[in-house]
């Protein structure tokens, strides 16, 4: 069964840092293209981060660039998204994504909330 589970997630500081990882299994990660959505209260899922399966290449939403930044272990069949300088409108729910086969597959989601 091929399941992702997002964890990391919480409460901090703007300014403040959170490491997210994304737990693959039930099928081969490292063979897959990565990526991290994000979905504040009332707005629209954007895309925030995607790496390449062999880690080569990475891209970042304007907003998130400088600050965050994505990587995965593929011997551990994990991605992580580190978030440093986090500001409030970083607030969201965070998914990892991958397709595979033509299929997408989600996370359950982890909350980050930036605030002081």
């Known amino acids: 069964q091929v399941q992702l589970v997002e964890s990391g997630g919480g409460l901090v500081q703007p300014g403040g840092s959170l490491r997210l990882s994304c737990a693959a299994s039930?099928?081969?990660?490292?063979?897959?293209?990565g990526r991290w959505y994000r979905q504040a209260p009332g707005k629209e899922r954007e895309l925030v981060a995607v790496i390449t399966s062999d880690s080569v290449s990475t891209n970042y939403a304007d907003s998130v660039k400088g600050r965050f930044t994505i990587s995965r272990d593929n011997a551990k069949n994990t991605m992580y998204l580190q978030m440093n300088s986090l500001k409030p409108e970083d607030t969201a729910v965070y998914y990892c994504?991958?397709?595979?086969?033509?299929?997408?597959?989600w996370g359950q989601g982890t909350q980050v909330t930036v605030s002081s």
């Open positions: 994504n991958t397709v595979r086969l033509a299929r997408g597959y």
């Open positions: 039930g099928f081969t990660f490292s063979s897959y293209t």
